[in-house]
Structure formats: C-alpha cells, structure tokens
C-alpha cells in the first residue's frame, strides 16, 4: 500500500470539489521558489518538501513554466518520478504565457504570447518536465491585449480531447477579460492576488463576478506583505485575534480569506513545513463576522460605509 494512502481523511485538509474529475488541496502548495528563484533546492530536498506536503494533506502544487527560468517543473518532475507516489494522489497546476527575456528561450523583450502553437507546445513541454502524462489545472499566467480567443479556444479543445489538461482558468484576469474568454470557454478559475492587505477585489466587483458565474478564486500572495508592514494598529488586532482563536498570526490572515463565500484557495508559498502545516490548520480557525469587519477596517484605516 502506498504510504499517502491515508491523507484523505487527514484532519487539516480541505478537498475543493469545484470542477469535474478535478479536486485541489486547501491550501496549495506555490512552487515557485522551490528552485533558482529562491531555496535552490537538490533533488532530495525536493522530495522533502513533496513528502511533507501529502504527509499533511497538502496535495496540490502550483507550477508555472517560467519558475526558476524555466527549470523547477524538470527539477520538480525528476524529483517526484523517483518517489513512491500514485500520480491522482497529487494535482498539478501550471501556467504559460509570459515570455521572459533572454536564454532559454531568448526573446528580445519580456512579452505574452497565447496564439495555439504555442500554447500547446507549452503545456507539452511542461508535462515532459513534470514528467507526467495531463495537468489538473492549467491556467493563462496573465491577460495579453492581444490575445485571441478563437486561438485558445483551439488550443484549450485539443488538449482537453487529448486529455492533457483536465479544467481550465486564468490568472490575474479582470472581469471583461474573464468575460471575453467566456465567450468560448469554460473559465474554471482565476488566481488572483488577494489578502488582507490587498483586498480591492471585494469591492471591484471582481470576486462577485466569480462568484455568480462559479470561477474559483486561487488567492497567491494571501498574506500579503503583513509581515513586512508597519501596520501597528493591524498588527496588534491580528495578534489580540491570535489569543482569542488560539492560533498564530498568518492563521489569523488565511481565515480571513477563507470566510469569503467563494471559498478562495490559498496558494502559500513557504518551503518551511511547520508553516505549511500550520496553514494547513487555518481551515480549522472560524472567524466571526464581527472580527472579520474588523480585520478589514484595520487593513484600509477605515470603517465600512
């Protein structure tokens, strides 16, 4: 028997069944300073952080193919290959689009490219480094003025035929890019920065567009920069709201996020394992209403209308 074979019913994990034949672990794990990008991680470290994510129900990992300069997903899928571990026991998400400047690739100015061929080429290419045979989610990394929906329209069919990708979303779109994709396209969700500290798509009506029209919100950076701030006032509510709900201070911010009614999924980057866990647990940290408008007017400096 496998020796994940338990996680489902750990205590700390929430599975998402938001889209068909696809299911995401709350929180996600963000990949993209796992490699050149940050920790520069060897290969047994690789599996270290892999091990202790699916130990504490943390399954699923976000990718995108420019991470580390176009090398975490193959150190990444080099490292996973040699483990033990049943490929639907994880999910994988990626991104492409953003065409960086210089090696590997070498454009001659950073820019985003989402014409058929290429869109394609770039799932394929991340599956052969990932070392896996299809995506569970696989997203648009940012909106481009000159993209056209009939190309990724193409695109995302044949890859969805071939089973190659699973569901489908975006990242960083607005509502009226959202909506020219959904013209053609099932948009299954949009990763979006969202927290505390950078909370305008409450009001913007970005997530209540999400909401009606059933897109997942994935939150990446949902703790914002609170713990580089100098928010003295914020500061010392999330830690008067630490001691009242028993938890830590990052809980505290990733609760806050989790009481939306869309039920956004964090995508926490830490490669420190107590963190993941504890991120893990803030599932389990159930804000009242009362505290959550509070959490807010101390983020904005200012009350509710």
Excluded at 122 to 145: A, C, G, I, K, N
Excluded at 156 to 169: H, N, V
Excluded at 271 to 279: H, W, Y
Aim: glycine share 4%; charged share 20%; with cysteine.
């Amino acid at each position: 028997m496998n020796k994940y074979h338990f996680i489902n019913t750990f205590p700390y994990k929430n599975l998402i069944f938001t889209f068909k034949k696809m299911k995401l672990s709350n929180p996600i794990q963000g990949c993209m300073t796992w490699g050149k990008w940050g920790k520069q991680f060897s290969k047994h470290a690789y599996q270290q952080q892999i091990d202790a994510c699916l130990t504490n129900g943390v399954t699923s990992f976000d990718h995108a193919d420019i991470y580390g300069s176009y090398s975490t997903e193959a150190e990444f899928g080099e490292a996973f290959s040699e483990m033990e571990i049943e490929r639907n026991q994880i999910q994988l998400i990626s991104k492409c689009g953003i065409q960086l400047e210089g090696l590997p690739r070498n454009p001659v100015v950073k820019h985003y490219q989402y014409d058929a061929s290429y869109i394609i080429q770039s799932v394929e290419q991340s599956l052969q480094h990932l070392q896996t045979d299809y995506l569970d989610l696989f997203l648009l990394h940012r909106p481009s003025p000159l993209m056209q929906v009939d190309e990724i329209k193409e695109a995302i069919a044949q890859l969805k035929q071939q089973g190659k990708i699973l569901a489908f979303g975006v990242s960083n779109f607005s509502i009226m890019e959202m909506q020219l994709l959904m013209k053609d396209l099932q948009v299954s969700c949009n990763q979006i920065e969202i927290s505390l500290l950078q909370s305008e798509t409450l009001t913007n009506g970005l997530l209540t567009f999400m909401q009606l029209h059933r897109i997942q919100p994935l939150a990446w950076s949902p703790l914002g920069s609170y713990f580089n701030s100098t928010y003295a006032q914020l500061q010392e509510t999330v830690r008067h709201l630490s001691d009242k709900y028993c938890c830590n201070e990052a809980q505290i911010l990733l609760a806050w996020l989790l009481k939306h009614p869309t039920k956004i999924i964090p995508v926490v980057g830490t490669t420190q394992v107590e963190r993941m866990i504890k991120a893990s647990e803030a599932n389990l940290v159930h804000l009242d209403e009362v505290d959550w408008f509070l959490l807010w007017e101390k983020a904005r400096g200012k009350q509710v209308a």
